[in-house]
């Protein structure tokens, strides 16, 4: 089916830094989402972006909803442990249709 | 805690064997979703519910599978003669008041 191209695909940094992390779609889409999932565990939806342009914070991450309505980013400032996981972007058409996920961008954390 | 339980987490078959599994959001919630995610890649949708019509169904929800949601409130899905391809974790999403999709911990499910 159809997916999101997320990169990178993994990320290993030490403690206290930065992280970007990028999706794009050749679709345009009217939301889109970021989770983090732990093994063995659901995704955990961290923000939600409905605007082209907006940008949105929560805590450590800020995300932001591309201009051109196929592309967001997600950066995580001065990481810690506990941000060790997969981040999945996701995008959404209408309002209420499935979700594209990308493949994800799993992220370690050294301390 | 998203308000989601799904059970069982965890569940191995033989290959052949019917599997069902089930998903309680707390709340109520209008719409419901059915996902699949495989190692390494990211979910995968199978299908929703709208209290308790089922709206769309996905190319991947071959006819082995079935979904309902009786009473607009839980939702069971169904795998008959089980399949290794139908290992994954399957996973369900009510959406809450914003239509977001807050996913439950999931069903590993693991066909021999």
């Known amino acids: 089916g159809q997916q999101l191209n997320q990169s990178p695909q993994s990320m290993f940094i030490q403690e206290g830094e930065d992280v970007s992390m990028n999706c794009t779609s050749s679709s345009i889409f009217n939301t889109w989402l970021w989770y983090k999932q732990d093994p063995g565990e659901g995704p955990v939806l961290l923000i939600a972006?409905?605007?082209?342009?907006e940008l949105t914070s929560n805590g450590r991450l800020t995300a932001q909803f591309g201009i051109t309505r196929k592309d967001s980013f997600l950066n995580i400032s001065a990481s810690i442990p506990s941000d060790v996981g997969i981040y999945f972007c996701a995008g959404q058409g209408q309002a209420g249709t499935a979700l594209i996920f990308g493949k994800g961008t799993t992220l370690s954390v050294s301390s | 805690d998203t308000g989601v339980s799904q059970d069982p987490r965890h569940k191995i078959t033989k290959r052949g064997q019917n599997v069902t599994f089930r998903c309680d959001p707390i709340?109520?919630?209008?719409?419901l979703y059915w996902y699949r995610q495989t190692l390494g890649q990211g979910p995968e949708f199978l299908t929703y519910f709208q209290n308790e019509a089922q709206l769309e169904k996905s190319r991947l929800l071959s006819d082995r599978f079935s979904a309902e949601r009786p009473k607009g409130s839980f939702s069971t899905l169904e795998i008959q003669r089980t399949e290794q391809g139908d290992s994954a974790m399957y996973l369900c999403a009510p959406t809450g008041a914003g239509n977001e999709q807050f996913f439950g911990p999931g069903t590993r499910l693991t066909v021999l």
């Open positions: 709340s109520e919630h209008n719409r």
């Open positions: 972006l409905y605007k082209a342009g």
